[in-house]
């Protein structure tokens, strides 16, 4: 075998007590495309990071073309050839398309941009690619940019390529396109990366697929060799027991009937298609999926803060037995229908508490359309956040300590127990967990557990499937907007899931 | 009627130098994404640091020479604003301090600064009396030596001291720099997305420092034309006036673009002295006339915002800090 373009060996990379990628060894050789295959957190794009310099690997060596290289920041990832495309742009909005790719490059010859335009148009020609040179970033589709990032990589004369997650923002058949250009650029000798979790890309792109689990190296495997079912196995690894308590569900009734909801972003892309499931009372549904295929969405156009294009959310209420259509209602107009609807959104300190303001004061934001009068009063916020206190066993000096100071877990216990405290009917938890240690998550389970024994519809989206096995009920896989199917969490596997949630055709699955 | 005219063009070119300084320094400034408010005082201590250079050194030399007359108070005013803008600098990107708390503070301090010094100036030295540098005023109003002989076009355009014209170059030079230059490109850029800079391999912080500390020093040069060309080397206590809030005004005029406000400032130096023009008006009235300026400048900003063109709007991260960690 020859030199490979770039190796790496026994690379660790700790992020205080966590570990993301542990031990790694993987190499690229000129004219490949390598996958690099994993769940979210699984350590990917840390891994790459440390190739381009966005970080520095605690352990381990990277080889490029045989020669230790130490890559300490972006530029000297550029020295070595090296160019990454983000799954965020970094563009800048108001500039034309040459005008980013020469950003912040200096060739020491005198600055001409028709020398620019002349260049990128050439290396349009030789890959293919199609755009035009003087359009404004802001004026293109979400393909054409990915287009300007990998010609700006090109540009500055990258032969190793990594694209992490390039396909996430793409149709098929702009897929078709960036594949058609990446087999040319294979051809031309370039090593690529390409980071996915869509397992027929990784079959139909790739020349060998890398495997990562929790930041630890599963294996490589020669594309041709392999199929689906061996790589969502060595994707998702072996079921681990957790011990979760989980109680049978009784008294179970229709509480959230959702049916064909569509959502739009503002750019037109298609957030949510078609989605239709239950939320039923005393039972705790999962939803499981790739980060960012429609979760946060989805929430959101429950709560009243997601914009819905078509489709109903019918609430049946169990005091009055009406059924209200949620769609399209402000959080005000839904708490006025009486509908009891508590949040713990994925951003704690962004959209569930004020970091800067105590926990009272983060009590009286659910409760501040109670009372007469100017005056604030605070005994009963007060006494909640005490109770908070002492039920959760939150770490704090006190309840006037601004919330921001707290640990990751004790503000989560703050945000739960504020929510809890609202007595819902439908409790809808965004990765609850997520930066918790075990104690801690361990409670949070326990409190929706305790909620759904109280007749409550709990909604919990999560990202760890052994998580979500061993505590749901039933688990609504979703997969690029899309339902792809809703599963007995008794009796499913990891495989199963797994396998759903790398599907993003769509599909109907019953239970 | 063609003599009022053309002393109106003049006047209002005398006018839109101290501006134009302010505006082109801000707008260097703001292409870096920091919002100094600042300005306003740095244009003080701009003025005041030329005096006491130029006092000192008139006090202190029996017969003062042309050049050093002129070289004294502008390395002073260079850089004392430069100064200035560094303190800003250091607390708004080294240490992250609010933009506009940062700016409102030296304002505040650099009028009082220029006020205290400009009042209190001649009794640190024994004397009595106003400040009067007629020497080194001279020296600076000295107009181009063709000027005379051009009738009535030399009497309206050309009859400035150097710095006048040394505004309008800087202007030129910074809208050159700005389109034309990597460096423009990149600064543009520090302005509109740090963190594509930064990955684009651009010292961000250099960047800002650079052009908040180079937009400062011009910004003063507009103070320093205001007290040895339009008063000729004397001090007023708040003489400057509020001439710094309208050349951050000319900044949202000209859209940010350097060429543009060469013209936007002799508007508005029109603009600010047209009430005197106009006979016959109240002192009411020519309050109101005053306002002119304002009254455009939030004209522009609803037009602009409306129109949502966005070549035109602001810098995308003006104001905002910039940290390397949050990526």
Known sequence: ?511 | MLTTIASFINAAIIQGIPLLYGATGEIITEKSGNLNLGIPGIMYIGGISGIVGGYIYEYYTPEPVAALCIIIPLLCSLLASAFMAFIYSFLTITLRANQNVTGLALTTFGVGVGNFLGGSLQSFFGKSGSISLLTTGNYYKTPLPFAEKLGLFGQTFLSFGFLAYLAVIIAVICAFVLKKTRIGLNLRAVGESPATADAAGINVTRYKYVATCTGGAIAGLGGLYFVMDYIAGAWTNDGFGDRGWLAIAIVIFALWKPDLSILCSFIFGGLYIICTYIPGLSSASKELIKMLPYVVTIIVLVVISARKRRENQPPAHLGLPYFREER
């Open chain 1, 1 to 511: 075998m020859s030199t490979a373009a770039i190796e790496l060996k026994g690379i660790t990379k700790r992020f205080g007590s966590v570990v993301a990628n542990k031990n790694i060894s993987l190499s690229v050789q000129n004219g490949e495309i390598l996958s690099l295959l994993g769940e979210n957190g699984s350590g990917k794009t840390t891994l790459m990071n440390m190739i381009s310099g966005i970080y520095h690997p605690d352990e381990g060596q990277i080889f490029i073309n045989g020669q230790e290289a130490v890559i300490a920041s972006p530029h000297d990832a550029y020295d070595y050839k090296i160019g990454m495309i983000h799954q965020h742009f970094k563009l800048v909005d108001v500039f034309s398309a040459a005008e980013n790719i020469v950003l912040g490059m200096n060739d020491g010859k005198k600055f001409n941009m028709n020398d620019v335009y002349a260049r990128v148009s050439q290396i349009c020609e030789k890959y293919g690619f199609e755009i035009d040179a003087h359009k404004k970033i802001y004026q293109m589709s979400v393909s054409e940019k990915q287009t300007v990032e990998i010609i700006k990589v090109l540009y500055r004369g990258a032969d190793i390529l990594i694209l992490d997650e390039p396909t996430a923002v793409l149709t098929p058949q702009e897929t078709q396109t960036l594949f058609k250009v990446l087999r040319r650029m294979r051809d031309d000798g370039k090593a690529i990366i390409i980071i996915t979790h869509k397992l027929h890309e990784v079959l139909s792109i790739s020349d060998r697929v890398s495997v990562l689990r929790r930041g630890e190296y599963v294996g490589t495997l020669r594309t041709a060799d392999t199929n689906e079912i061996e790589l969502t196995e060595m994707m998702v690894g072996k079921k681990i027991s957790l011990n979760i308590e989980r109680s049978e569900p009784h008294d179970i009734k229709d509480r959230l009937v959702v049916s064909n909801i569509q959502c739009n972003s503002r750019e037109g892309v298609r957030l949510l298609d078609n989605v239709s499931f239950v939320a039923r009372s005393g039972e705790i549904l999962g939803i499981a999926g790739i980060a960012g295929s429609g979760q946060r969405e989805l929430l959101e156009a429950i709560a009243g803060l997601q914009h819905i294009d078509s489709g109903s959310i019918i609430y049946n209420n169990p005091k009055t037995g009406v059924q209200d259509n949620l769609r399209d209602k402000t959080p005000i107009q839904i708490r006025d229908l009486g509908v009891r609807l508590s949040f713990v959104p994925e951003d704690r300190l962004g959209m569930g508490l004020v970091g800067n303001m105590d926990i009272v004061d983060n009590m009286m934001l659910r409760s501040y359309r109670h009372g007469k009068g100017i005056f604030l009063k605070r005994a009963e916020p007060k006494a909640l956040a005490d109770k908070i206190i002492s039920d959760l066993q939150v770490v704090t000096p006190g309840t006037s300590t601004p919330v921001r100071r707290l640990s990751g877990g004790n503000v989560q216990k703050v945000l739960v127990g504020r929510e809890i405290a609202a007595a819902p009917t439908v409790l809808m938890a965004a990765y609850p967990v997520r930066g918790l240690d075990i104690n801690s998550s361990y409670t949070i389970y326990n409190l929706l557990n305790e909620q759904k024994e109280h007749g409550v519809a709990v909604i919990f989206v999560g990202e760890d499937l052994d998580v979500l096995i061993e505590l749901c009920d039933r688990i609504m896989v979703i997969g690029g907007g899309r339902v792809t199917g809703i599963v007995d969490a008794r009796n499913t596997t990891k495989e199963e899931i797994g396998l759903l949630m790398t599907k993003t055709d769509g599909g109907q699955t019953n239970e």
